[in-house]
């Protein structure tokens, strides 16, 4: 009616006021004979009458068009409730003569309640309600189809008349202990809508002396209150909440440096590692999203990762239920591991990081464990990718080439000023990029290095305030310009490829056979 009609018109003939009186009162407007509002019958019978069509057949067929659009699939009619309505709407019949008399229905009223009857009749699941009110919710837009089924501004004053009017005359009750826009309906229905969140559809048959489903009106009750859905509970919302989103595994991996054979064993398993990122406050309807994301997660997933680096507040009911997913994950042989600066506890477990890079690293580790490469045990560089398949007596040289630093956990990496160092190769222990101060801090750490990972001068150039630390006891082995002199004559084939392959492209670059 407000597409074909226009607000102003609907409103000249509709009210949009709570009566304050049962769903099939006989009280108009003075002077109008307007009905109180389009939610009880009298202001129904008149809204179903300004929906356009060339006679009454062709209006309902519009009507249940856009009713399936709401519901997102073809609805059908109940004859026997129709013939059963219309043989028995004595009431309703002597308010459609009343409101033509006051000029607010105008045509011939038989036809038109021959349509509001028939409109009564629809059938609809529990779940087409449900599809219908989150179409309310989601500004006219039908979550399952995409199609736009009313304008927005049409959704808009919809969900309004419901909050006031929806629930007939105990529509104040509802909004002080629900606080959300519904519908109601005689046959025990209660559709619900939480703007820009979801629908509900609750069905209980039966009624209390309002007309509402008792038992309907409970659940909902129960479900405002434990998720905290009340339209205007404060929560301290620092923005609109944005959709979280499930990052591609394919190219995610740690900045983590390790040596050829873990990067090629994590390479051939990208989707043993899940991460997805949650943005905005986090509340009921964004934490439901992210059970539905871990719902659909492959079979091979080991770990889901949650990154909460974007996340505002997080509402208890958030918190509530990321804890049963992490519960419920745990039962399907899936970890779910948090990532999060701020150190909002929410598992309670070990599974918490303080930033992306260490959740994924961790994961990493081990997956590196589970298929037998020790991502901790110390790599003799010796032993490392580095010069391709050197012989035992060329690796040794290779190794008189290189000097050793042992550094102490918390200890600064500081490149010697005398003599460049041109390579730096980690034997054991880890070191990272961390803001400055006797902890690394999630702030400054870009990356980290372990066993057997190698780093040009490039990775030591942090930003300002950061620095290169050792984030647990280490050895490393430099090589200096020096070095690599000697090495040319005294290995040149492992110089040679060497400096054809320069460390910071070492993931992309072929290592030659018999190299």
Known sequence: ????????????????????????????????????????????????????????????????????????????????????????????????????????????VEEQLAVYFRQCSVLVTCDDLAVMHATLAGGGTNPLTGERVVAAQHAQHVLAVMATCGMYDASGQWMLRVGLPAKSGVSGGIGVALPGQFGIGVFSPPLDEKGNSVRAIAACHLLSEQFGLHLMRATGSSGRPLPPRSLDPGPLRSLRHRPRDQRAALDERPDRIRVHVLQGDLDFATAEQTLRAARDLPKAARWFVLDLARVGRIEPVAADLLRALGHDLRERGIRMVIADPSARPVTHTKDEFADLGRAIESCEDE????????????????????????????????????????????????????????????????????????????????????????????????????????????????????????????????????????LDGAETVDRPEGA
Do not use: K
Request: glycine fraction near 10%; include cysteine.
């Open 1 to 108: 009616a407000l597409a074909d009609q226009g607000l102003e018109d609907v409103l000249a003939r509709v009210g949009a006021e709570p009566s304050g009186e049962g769903f099939s009162s006989i009280r108009l407007e003075p002077g109008t004979g307007r009905p109180p509002n389009p939610m009880v019958n009298a202001g129904a019978i008149v809204t179903s009458s300004l929906v356009a069509g060339e006679d009454p057949d062709e209006r309902f067929a519009r009507i249940l068009a856009g009713l399936g659009a709401f519901a997102g699939r073809e609805l059908t009619v109940d004859e026997a409730v129709f013939t059963s309505e219309r043989a028995t709407g004595d009431r309703n019949r002597a308010l459609a003569y009343l409101m033509h008399n006051a000029g607010s229905l105008t045509g011939d």
């Open 367 to 502: 997956l590196l464990t589970d298929l037998g490469l020790d991502p901790s045990a110390p790599v003799p560089l010796t032993d490392s990718d580095l010069f391709g398949r050197a012989g035992e007596q060329a690796a040794q040289t290779v190794s008189d080439c290189f000097g050793t630093m042992s550094l102490s956990a918390g200890q600064t990496v500081e490149p010697p000023r005398a003599e460049p160092v041109v390579l730096w190769y980690v034997e054991s222990g880890r070191l990272a990029v961390c803001a400055h101060g006797s902890r690394p801090t999630p702030a400054g750490r870009t990356w980290s290095a372990g066993p057997g990972a190698a780093l040009t001068p490039a990775d030591f150039h942090a930003r300002l305030g950061q620095r290169v630390m050792a984030e647990e006891d280490s050895v490393c082995r430099t090589l200096t310009a020096a070095g690599l002199l000697r090495l040319r004559s005294a290995v040149p084939a492992a110089a040679a490829f060497l400096e054809r392959s320069p």
